[in-house]
């Protein structure tokens, strides 16, 4: 990095302390942009790279809700409208206890360039809450996007801000989401989230397409080394939306994912992963992974297991930030790991 982005980098760093994800991920994108800037240089006198690392805007806002005892609660939600330069903001919500400010605008920043990449019209953005849906009834987590959304909307609309689901937002929660929002605007804006079921104006393969991707992605970089999925042992962490269809996806292409996680820890099958065993467990009965060794006798359960640690030919992150650490990846390389295909946002 030169001088000038060193400089650039610092007084972004004083204007965001406290927040080591969102400068994370500047600093990733900074190390990457000199050539650019050196080519261009009308973009450093335009401040191009300062105007792109604030957000447009920041809204926080309190989520008060009530829970089955009748105990009311009170959490804090995020929409980080990052950019809009090629289009409305667009970007997931995350309903997590770790969820803060940093975390939000790490994720919105990374997404205008996600969604710049598509080459289509769409700008970048990201919100969530602190909420955790783990253990919550349908009608309190329904309550609670109720409250979530009764503030958030405001701040919507299909040609301004376009959410989706992130960790822990999937089709319940987008519903009861969507479904606030169209009370509360009196119109059936089907523009303004993505991710709903097909009944009420969802996409075909939506629920699919990250983790579908993603499989065809490690098809093409083992290809590019001469190889082939066809018999390849995988490894793929969490065992959310992503996880799942990468799983599926990459058992289609002939590869056998032999371990996945949750945040309790890490199961292990030999024989391959059951898909619909566990599609039923976390996406029917919502329950911890352990509960897969039920069904699948063979299989082996460890609390708060590393999975990194198992030796693979590929591992897909697909969990969270900043999962994979150094010592990870050394016993990836020492296990003949291949390749890492990211799945989670800068696993």
């Not at 400010?101 to 919105?108: D, M």
């Not at 909420?131 to 609670?144: A, I, N, Q, Y």
């Not at 066809?230 to 371990?259: F, W």
Request: net charge neutral; hydrophobic share 35%; glycine share 12%.
């Amino acid at each position: 990095m030169d001088e000038k982005l060193e400089s650039t980098l610092w007084n972004i760093q004083q204007r965001n302390l406290g927040e080591p994800e969102f400068i994370q991920a500047v600093k990733e994108v900074l190390g990457s942009v000199g050539v650019v800037l050196a080519k261009y240089p009308k973009f450093a006198e335009q401040k191009i790279i300062e105007r792109i690392c604030e957000p447009e805007r920041q809204v926080i806002f309190r989520v008060p809700w009530q829970d089955d005892q009748g105990e009311v609660h009170i959490n804090r939600g995020f929409r980080v409208q990052f950019n809009s330069a090629l289009g409305p903001f667009k970007g997931g919500l995350r309903f997590h206890p770790s969820v803060n400010l940093s975390i939000v605008k790490f994720l919105g920043f990374e997404q205008i360039f996600k969604n710049a990449l598509t080459g289509m019209p769409i700008g970048g953005g990201k919100g969530g809450s602190d909420f955790d849906p783990k253990g919550r009834s349908d009608d309190e987590v329904m309550r609670f996007c109720q409250s979530f959304m009764t503030e958030l909307s405001r701040h919507l609309g299909e040609y301004t801000d376009v959410p989706a689901g992130d960790v822990g937002v999937g089709k319940r929660e987008i519903g009861f989401l969507f479904g606030q929002y169209k009370r509360i605007s009196n119109r059936y804006e089907s523009g303004v989230l993505t991710g709903k079921g097909l009944s009420y104006g969802g996409a075909l393969v939506r629920t699919e397409a990250t983790g579908y991707g993603l499989g065809y992605f490690v098809q093409e970089m083992l290809a590019a080394r001469g190889e082939s999925l066809e018999g390849k042992t995988c490894l793929v962490s969490g065992a959310g939306n992503v996880a799942i269809y990468a799983i599926e996806k990459v058992t289609q292409l002939g590869g056998k994912v032999v371990a996945c996680s949750d945040s309790k820890g890490v199961v292990y099958d030999e024989a391959g992963i059951d898909l619909p065993t566990l599609k039923r467990i976390k996406e029917v009965e919502r329950l911890p992974i352990e509960s897969y060794c039920k069904s699948r006798k063979q299989s082996h359960y460890q609390a708060g297991g590393n999975l990194w640690e198992i030796k693979c030919d590929v591992a897909i992150p697909c969990a969270t930030q900043n999962e994979l650490t150094g010592k990870d990846a050394d016993a990836l390389l020492r296990g003949g790991c291949l390749a890492v295909a990211e799945g989670a946002n800068m696993p």
